[in-house]
């Protein structure tokens, strides 16, 4: 793969992962419920998706997903209803009178390992990640050379990328669980974040 293509990849992925969407809304949220520290597991647990992912189209699986169309809608409506169970949950949690904490702390996985899952049952089934692997990726392969590093190499890129990118919004999340002094602002930004994964869970649904 030479440095150009490479280059037009990693700034095609940027564009990808800065565009607001499921990811996005999973960090922020962590970040606001757990602050920064905490909150980022959420994002590591995107990154092990999106390597996974990479994985299944590197071994040609992927074509699995062209051929038969209702196993990528499967796949969807999968993550389409993982968001809104999340969302819902949130709403319904903004109503308790008590809240221990920061926002979103009965919704929103508070262990590492929970954490972790969380991110990668977003991305694992969000379909901004599933066209960026298996349709963006491989038309930038050259076929002249071995796959193997070239989808490693890809791997290395996509994960520093994205990392930095779900970071920041773990971070902008984090800014929120700062400024929350009251109970009532507490609701709101549960409301707020349960809204936007019932949004991100019809876009996923409607791919």
């Known amino acids: 793969m030479s440095p150009a293509l490479l280059a037009a990849w ?3 992925m940027a564009v990808i992962s800065l565009t607001p969407g499921a990811g996005a809304v999973a960090s922020m ?7 920064w520290m905490r909150g980022i597991w959420t994002a590591v647990g995107q990154q092990l998706a999106l390597v996974f992912l990479l ?3 590197a071994v040609g699986l992927s074509s699995l997903l062209h051929t038969v169309p209702f196993a990528f ?3 969807q409506l999968a993550g389409a209803m993982y968001l809104a169970w999340i969302g819902i ?12 904490g ?3 702390r009965q919704a929103i996985p508070s262990t590492p390992t929970g954490m972790i899952r969380h991110g990668f049952l977003v991305n694992a089934t969000n379909p901004k990640a599933l066209l960026a692997m298996f349709v963006i990726t491989p038309r930038f392969l050259n076929p002249q050379e071995a796959l193997i590093p070239q989808y490693a190499i890809m791997g290395l890129c996509m994960v520093t990328i994205d990392i930095v990118v779900m970071a920041g919004y773990t971070g902008v999340g984090a800014s929120v669980l700062r400024s929350l002094t009251e ?19 019809v876009i996923v649904a409607r791919g």
């Open 10 to 12: 990693c700034g095609t």
């Open 183 to 201: 109970s009532r602002w507490r609701r709101r930004v549960d409301r707020l974040f349960g809204s936007l994964f019932l949004i991100a869970a």
């Open 73 to 75: 809608f499967v796949m």
């Open 55 to 57: 994985m299944v189209a």
């Open 102 to 104: 920061g926002p979103g």
């Open 89 to 100: 949950r949130l709403i319904l949690q903004s109503f308790h009178e008590k809240q221990m």
């Open 29 to 35: 949220s962590s970040g606001a419920t757990y602050g």
